[in-house]
């Protein structure tokens, strides 16, 4: 394991080095390193224990955490899953705060922060590739408001799934904010439609089913995010056989960001409690998802059961072998 500590990093929020800071050169490669990165770390050196110097620089560079090298094997460990609960709390809880903006934002009609967007969905996916989609859920569930936690709760499977996919770091951080924003139409949807424990009339199900082409609508008027961000806003709740809303895409008219948010999209609906409905377990989930043929690209739908197996592996490892 240290071995593999002193090769870089771990994750993207917290970040273990190795470095002799008692000489200039390495302190000059560990500000070039941290000068790198966007956002905020959360760092632990490792010292030799023998250097004042030492120290001092590593607090001069944001050390959380020191700790001496021959005891990084007994207490790298533990420190290094407190400094990543604490990152992931941290992420989520900007991810909140920017979807609380974002809703307030265009319930007023005021422009949305994109420069926000962007920071709230970099550190998600710090977040996610630290502790995985499972860390992430974990969190999630705790929080009280049903859309704010579906859209964290997207997200956070969109992050993951992307990063599965292996996909460039753009378009990863691309689809993340467009899961982010992707129900931002909502805020201009009566509470009392949004949260009515019971079925839906037709007229109650046309306000809902609005609020894709409300969302897109707002944030193209800003210029905000791109065009593949912004379709895949819109077009979210497409399926391949044209029964979706809002345009009734078929195939190839739905474009791949749209094709993995609506996948994301259903597998974060079925696994939240709801007062109509009780959560799902994953691997009940993917059952319902796989019996969408026609509906979702089913590519991508193998892939993400495969994905998804490695997150709850106990409850999903025969499905995704099928």
């Known amino acids: 394991m240290l071995d593999d500590i002193r090769a870089g990093t771990l994750g993207g929020c917290v970040v273990v080095w190795d470095l002799d800071l008692s000489r200039s050169r390495s302190c000059e490669t560990a500000r070039m390193k941290m000068d790198a ?41 533990a420190q290094l899953g407190q400094l990543v609960a604490a990152a992931v709390t941290a992420a989520l809880k900007l991810t909140v705060a ?16 994109h420069p926000q967007i962007l920071r709230s969905a ?6 996610v590739n630290d502790v995985g989609i499972s860390g992430w859920l974990d969190q999630a569930w705790e929080i009280d408001e ?3 936690q579906h859209c964290v709760m997207v997200a956070g499977v969109v992050a993951g799934y992307a990063l599965h996919l292996g996909l460039p770091s753009r378009d990863v951080l691309d689809l993340t904010c467009a899961a982010i924003l992707h129900d931002i139409g909502k805020a201009k949807v ?17 306000i809902i089913e609005s609020h894709p082409r409300t969302g897109w609508n707002c944030l193209r008027r800003q210029g905000f995010g791109d065009s593949r961000v912004l379709d895949a806003i819109l077009h979210h709740h497409e399926y391949l056989d044209g029964s979706g809303y809002p ?36 691997d009940v989930a993917l059952e319902i998802m796989r019996a969408m043929h026609g509906k979702i690209d089913q590519d991508l739908f193998r892939e993400f059961s495969r994905f998804v197996s490695l997150t709850f592996p106990r409850q999903s490892r025969e499905i995704a072998a099928v």
């Open 37 to 77: 990165v966007e956002h905020e770390l959360q760092s632990i050196f490792l010292v030799s224990g023998r250097s004042a110097l030492e120290n001092v620089q590593a607090w001069a560079f944001g050390a959380r955490v020191l700790i001496t090298r021959h005891r990084a094997p007994a207490e790298l460990p």
């Open 122 to 127: 970099s550190f998600l996916v710090d977040a």
């Open 247 to 282: 345009d009734g895409l078929c195939g190839d008219e739905v474009t791949d960001f749209a094709r993995i948010i609506t996948l994301c999209d259903i597998f974060s609906a079925l696994l939240e409690r709801r007062p109509y409905k009780p959560p799902r377990d994953p």
């Open 146 to 148: 049903l859309t704010s």
């Open 98 to 113: 920017t979807l609380d903006n974002a809703f307030s934002a265009l319930a007023l009609n005021k422009p949305i922060s």
């Open 190 to 206: 009566p509470l009392s439609i949004l949260n009515k424990p019971g079925k839906l009339n037709d007229e109650e199900r046309a």
